[in-house]
């Protein structure tokens, strides 16, 4: 009897969840998986910039006798028109970007779920009057509704942030509602209905953990959206300001010097090509993980 009982309990444990067949899958891909490696250095890079470059002293600092210098040992991307260095500067660049594409993609995605979700769940006329609101903020371009909320409210960090999720919410309530309609439909959230479930806690509870998987893939390639954006806003001076190191701002700074010297134009672009193109990868591996017959 106890070695019947046990061998069931080896059977039991050796069956592997949902989570871990999904990272097995993930992690078959190696493309996606070394965009997912390439990712968690540049956010290590972003989460520890104070302690490989000295942001007052190196990203900052302006010392006129050293600037328009190329990589050398001293400097490894070289200096600026100002003597700033390069590598302090785009490593604390990455700070500014990784944070906001982040932040900016939790926040709208929050916001998203919040009105997909409800919705697709209540129907008739909530789901038209959400779904009216937001074709109308849809019918706005983004960059042209960024650009018009930034500049109502003023160049910066928080400023840029505020417009980014504003301008991201609609896109990403229409998709969540696409996704979560297929899940209302299910036995399983008739049945937490019929035993009393308040609409919250199966809204939260039921229809989202289950809708995730294609959530979070979706929001995985919107951070490489909201990071270009930011860079393109940056470059013409409606995002963060000087003398904060940007990587579409120091782009704009390098216009002037790219022919005498492409390394000001050369280390930030690729910073920001690595950063989305990562993240684009990341999401596709994310993708075929959750949905094994999409790779086929």
């Not at 785009?90 to 990784?98: D, E, F, L, N, T």
């Not at 959230?189 to 979706?218: D, K």
Request: with cysteine.
């Amino acid at each position: 009897m106890f070695n019947v009982f046990r061998k069931k309990k080896l059977v039991k444990n050796t069956n592997p969840t949902q989570g871990r067949l999904i990272w097995e899958r993930f992690c078959q891909n190696k493309v996606s998986m070394c965009a997912f490696v390439v990712l968690v250095l540049i956010i290590l890079v972003a989460v520890f910039a104070d302690v490989i470059a000295d942001y007052e002293g190196q990203a900052i600092a302006q010392n006129v006798t050293e600037r328009m210098q190329g990589p050398s040992a001293a400097h490894w991307f070289g200096t600026d028109n100002l003597g700033r260095d390069m590598f302090a500067r785009v490593v604390h660049g990455a700070r500014y970007s990784m944070i906001f594409g982040i932040v900016c993609t939790a926040l709208a995605l929050f916001g998203g779920c919040v009105f997909g979700a409800t919705a697709a769940y209540f129907g008739g006329k909530i789901d038209s009057i959400i779904c009216r609101i937001m074709d109308t903020f849809m019918c706005i371009p983004f960059m042209l509704m960024a650009l018009s909320l930034v500049s109502a409210l003023g160049t910066g960090l928080g400023s840029m942030t505020i417009a980014m999720v504003i301008a991201s919410v609609p896109s990403f309530t229409r998709m969540v509602r696409s996704i979560v309609l297929t899940v209302v439909r299910q036995d399983y959230i008739e049945a937490a209905r019929s035993c009393g479930s308040s609409h919250a806690v199966i809204i939260f509870t039921h229809v989202l953990p289950n809708a995730m998987g294609p959530i979070i893939v979706n929001a995985t390639m919107n951070v490489a959206g909201l990071i270009l954006s930011a860079a393109g806003l940056s470059f013409i001076g409606m995002g963060i300001q000087p003398p904060n190191p940007e990587w579409g701002y120091m782009l704009s700074e390098a216009m002037p010097y790219m022919r005498v010297a492409p390394h000001l134009v050369v280390f930030p672009g690729l910073a920001i090509i690595i950063t989305a193109l990562c993240f684009n990868l990341l999401g596709d591996g994310l993708a075929d993980a959750f949905d094994p017959k999409r790779r086929g």
